[in-house]
Nanobody, 124 residues
Framework: EVQLVESGGGLVQAGGSLRLSCALSGFDFDDYAIGWFRQAPGKEREGVSC????????YSPDSVKGRFTISRDNSKNTVYLEMTGLKPDDTGVYYC?????????????????WGQGTQVTVSS
């Protein structure tokens, strides 16, 4: 069974940093693209970062470039999202998700396996 479990969310002041973790189990994530997404109240879910070791595809929108970094620890089957320079607009529920092989421009509707999400709140 494919499982993704996020952790690391919380309340942080603007300009601060957080590191989110996504623990993966039930599949070989060398064959999958792993993405991070967020959803703010009243807004659609959007991709914020993605990478795939399978085809080398990545995704990072301009809104987070230079501030958010995705990485992985193979020994822990964990993918991280390091977020720096946080802004109130970064507030939302953050999810990790997996899809076969490619990031495909980080479109959430193309990702089939999702975690439960972790709340990130950035105060001004």
């Amino acid at each position: 069974e494919v499982q993704l479990v996020e952790s690391g969310g919380g309340l942080v002041q603007a300009g601060g940093s957080l590191r989110l973790s996504c623990a993966l189990s039930g599949f070989d994530f060398d064959d999958y693209a792993i993405g991070w997404f967020r959803q703010a109240p009243g807004k659609e879910r959007e991709g914020v970062s993605c990478f795939s070791n399978t085809d080398g595809s990545t995704y990072s929108p301009d809104s987070v470039k230079g501030r958010f970094t995705i990485s992985r620890d193979n020994s822990k089957n964990t993918v991280y999202l390091e977020m720096t320079g946080l802004k109130p607009d970064d507030t939302g529920v953050y999810y990790c998700a997996a899809r076969w092989r490619s990031c495909l421009r980080g479109q959430p509707e193309l990702f089939g396996s999702w975690g439960q999400g972790t709340q990130v709140t950035v105060s001004s």
